[in-house]
């Protein structure tokens, strides 16, 4: 694990990208060049799509956190092949230059490694840029975590791998609290006035609460089961969470903690670990 220095004590959010990204890396590092040509349950994307991805934006997070041309540019490309209807993965080659495999691999650890520092020195509530409204240099790098464990599901999924979560997935929880009314928002239904109860279980054991404590909406349960469902990469009904009430019900039909239009989730029984043959 990645530690903090004694210089900076407040950001270890980016230590804890650092160390998500550290055990994607791990996953993967046995693989040949063509293990990266499968395809995974994610649109059909395959390992170099999703590592390709993952680097393209960890380097346009880390041209925001610099704040100069160079985030400018980069902005103004992506706006531009994708208005013209390119896919994400056109657009992403053209800044990985169409490296695959285990030298994508490489360039991307190398170049996580060399951004969690610049983050980890970087004050937290500076405000950044990004392809939709501004936001902190904390809820940058925490996007950047929550991005990495989303995406590294599919990888784990593919390859028939139980994953073993640690207690930073916390970022990832507070994501999906905090977008709780952006659900609604982006899905065109009446915004409830207050967020359901959580109370999720950490995979240390301890129990993470938010919300109201007398709220009747509420949801219990693993907290890794709540980050899957609050980053669509499992259907509520795939998981073993209790929900209570009509809102709690309603969030977890239509949750989505990251940017964009609404997404639909993936059908219940679509996205799940793949049982390989011996």
Same mark, same amino acid.
């Given at each position: 694990?990645?530690?903090?220095?004694?210089?900076?004590?407040?950001?270890?959010?980016?230590?804890?990208?650092?160390?998500?990204? /550290?055990?994607?890396?791990?996953?993967?590092?046995?693989?040949?060049?063509?293990?990266?040509?499968?395809?995974?349950?994610?649109?059909?994307?395959?390992?170099?799509?999703?590592?390709?991805?993952?680097?393209?934006?960890?380097?346009?997070?880390?041209?925001?956190?610099?704040?100069?041309?160079?985030?400018?540019?980069?902005?103004?490309?992506?706006?531009?092949?994708?208005? @013209?209807?390119?896919?994400? /993965?056109?657009?992403?080659?053209?800044?990985?230059?169409?490296? @695959?495999?285990?030298?994508?691999?490489?360039?991307?650890?190398?170049?996580?490694? @060399?951004?969690?520092?610049?983050?980890?020195?970087?004050?937290?509530?500076?405000?950044?840029?990004?392809?939709? $409204?501004?936001?902190?240099?904390?809820?940058?790098?925490?996007?950047?975590?929550?991005?990495?464990?989303?995406?590294?599901?599919?990888?784990?999924?593919?390859?028939?791998?139980?994953?073993?979560?640690?207690?930073?997935?916390?970022?990832?929880?507070?994501?999906?609290?905090?977008?709780?009314?952006?659900?609604?928002?982006?899905?065109?239904?009446?915004?409830?006035?207050?967020? $359901?109860?959580?109370?999720?279980?950490? $995979?240390?054991?301890?129990?993470?609460?938010?919300?109201? $404590?007398? /709220?009747?909406?509420?949801?219990?349960? @693993?907290?890794?089961?709540?980050?899957?469902?609050?980053?669509?990469?499992?259907?509520?009904?795939?998981?073993?969470?209790?929900?209570?009430?009509?809102?709690?019900?309603?969030?977890?039909?239509?949750?989505?903690?990251?940017?964009?239009?609404?997404?639909?989730?993936?059908?219940?029984?679509?996205?799940?670990?793949?049982?390989?043959?011996?």
């Amino acid at each position: 694990m990645v530690k903090m220095t004694d210089q900076n004590l407040e950001l270890q959010q980016a230590y804890d990208f650092c160390d998500e990204s /550290n055990a994607v890396y791990k996953l993967l590092l046995s693989l040949s060049d063509s293990d990266y040509e499968e395809k995974t349950q994610f649109k059909g994307w395959n390992f170099n799509n999703v590592i390709g991805h993952l680097h393209v934006w960890n380097y346009a997070a880390d041209l925001s956190l610099q704040d100069g041309d160079d985030w400018k540019n980069f902005a103004n490309s992506a706006l531009e092949m994708l208005g @013209k209807g390119s896919t994400m /993965n056109q657009f992403e080659e053209t800044i990985t230059k169409g490296i @695959k495999g285990r030298e994508l691999l490489d360039t991307w650890k190398s170049y996580y490694e @060399k951004m969690t520092e610049r983050f980890a020195a970087a004050d937290p509530k500076k405000r950044v840029k990004w392809m939709g $409204p501004d936001m902190s240099a904390r809820s940058s790098i925490s996007a950047r975590h929550m991005e990495t464990w989303a995406h590294a599901q599919e990888l784990y999924d593919t390859l028939g791998v139980d994953r073993i979560n640690e207690d930073r997935i916390k970022n990832i929880v507070v994501i999906g609290n905090n977008t709780f009314k952006y659900c609604f928002t982006i899905n065109k239904r009446e915004l409830p006035e207050e967020t $359901p109860r959580l109370e999720l279980t950490a $995979p240390s054991g301890e129990v993470w609460e938010f919300n109201n $404590p007398s /709220n009747e909406n509420k949801i219990s349960g @693993k907290a890794e089961e709540f980050c899957q469902v609050v980053t669509q990469v499992r259907n509520i009904e795939d998981v073993n969470l209790n929900v209570s009430g009509d809102i709690a019900n309603d969030w977890m039909s239509i949750a989505q903690c990251f940017a964009g239009g609404a997404e639909t989730p993936p059908r219940p029984g679509t996205r799940k670990k793949v049982t390989k043959q011996s």
